[in-house]
Structures are given as C-alpha cells and as structure tokens.
C-alpha cells in the first residue's frame, strides 16, 4: 500500500519543518501539505519539503478533504503539523489496513512533555479510542483512500470533525491502535493549563455529543499558534 499524508497547516512556520522532516525520513508516497490562508513563512517552507502544496479554503476540515482529493495513495493518513510519528509509523498503518475487518487506526498519542499528568492524557486517549471508537486528530487518522471518499469525508464543521467522522466509521468495522507511537505539542495544555485545558476537551466533545453544534463550540476552542 502507498500512503498519502495529508496536512492541514495555518500559520505553522514555527513546528511545521520538523514535522516534515521527520515525515520525509518514513518515505511515504507523498505528502500534501494544505494551506488555509497563512500569512507567516508556513508556505515557503511546506514547499521545502512537501511534494504538494495547496492553497484551500480555511477551516480543517475543508482543508483536509481537499488534500485527500488531490492524493494519489491507497492510505490517507491525516497529520497535524505539531505532531510527529515515531519511526517505522507508516509500514505499521499499511500492516494493520490489510486485515479487511479494519477499517482505519490511529497511533499511541504521547505527548511531548514530562509529568505524570501528561501520562495519564496519554492512556486516556488510547482507552477513548479502544472502548469507543472516536479518535482526535492529534492522533494521525489512517484509512483506506477510497473508502474515504465512498464514506462522505469529513464533515464540513468549524470543530471536531475528527470526532464526528470517527463516530460514522466505527460502524463500518473495526478502528484500532497502533503501538507505534504519534509524539504531540504540549502547548495548548501548557497555555491554558493541564487540567483547565483537558475539562474543557471533555465538556466541548460531551457537548458535541450531546447534539449542539460543532459549529457554536468551536470560538471556545481557539487556535494556537
């Protein structure tokens, strides 16, 4: 299987370069880095190191659909730019989409920081993704290219849809994680606060799920750059 990576990037100039680096060194078949309006060096670099660089409309999820359909791979696999794969990621999300019965993944979220709360965000989120199927972005969404687009992309939201498309596929099949492990930013919580910042994840996606908009939550969850 060849592996498309797609990448919503606005205003990333100061993470983006080692994300892709570090990309660029698991040889994917391509990466498609998505543009949704920025007004730093974000768009020079991508053309440093990826092999498509598009201009879209703003808003993540537009973006990441976009990208997807631009790509050329049997994979999708959907990367935050503050985050990065540990090695051997790629050739682990091509082995767990052989088993039809799987019908995407995601990998071991760790982020970068020290502390026994950061740990505990960490097996949180693997247990979210075991028991119930919903997967965050910061956690590389893999699956296969054409089932994407046959299952509707995600949906056209201003917030989480991520937990919106994750909820749609677990009753196609099955969603599973991969041991290799997905290394992410610790800035939003050290911004705001380690337990300020992971109430909030739970009050919004509890919220979302409860039926109100994604749309109304998501000035409550700005961007940070």
Not at 151 to 175: H, N, Q, T, Y
Not at 183 to 189: A, E, G, L, N, Q
Request: include cysteine; glycine fraction near 8%.
């Amino acid at each position: 299987m060849s592996i498309s990576v797609v990448i919503p990037v606005l205003n990333e100039e100061g993470c983006l370069v080692e994300t892709l680096r570090l990309l660029r060194q698991q040889k994917p078949a391509e990466i498609i880095v998505v543009d949704g309006g920025s007004s730093d060096r974000t768009v020079p670099l991508a053309k440093q190191w990826a092999d498509v660089v598009l201009r879209g409309p703003r808003g993540r999820a537009v973006q990441m659909n976009y990208g997807a359909r631009q790509a050329r791979g049997d994979v999708l696999l959907f990367l935050h730019a503050d985050c990065s794969l540990e090695n051997g990621a790629l050739l682990e999300a091509e082995k767990k989409l052989r088993s039809r019965r799987v019908v995407a993944g995601c990998f071991t979220m760790t982020v970068r920081a020290s502390g026994l709360l950061y740990r505990a965000i960490d097996r949180c989120a693997t247990a979210r993704v075991r028991l119930t199927g919903l997967v965050y972005g910061d956690q590389g969404l893999f699956l296969r290219r054409q089932q994407f687009f046959e299952w509707g992309g995600f949906p056209p939201v201003d917030l989480m849809e991520d937990l919106f498309f994750s909820r749609s596929l677990r009753r196609k099949g099955k969603i599973v994680v991969s041991r290799r492990r997905i290394f992410v930013s610790p800035r939003r919580w050290q911004q705001a606060g380690i337990v300020r910042q992971t109430l909030k994840n739970w009050t919004l996606t509890a919220l979302a799920a409860g039926g109100v908009s994604p749309n109304r939550l998501a000035p409550f969850y700005p961007a940070l750059r």
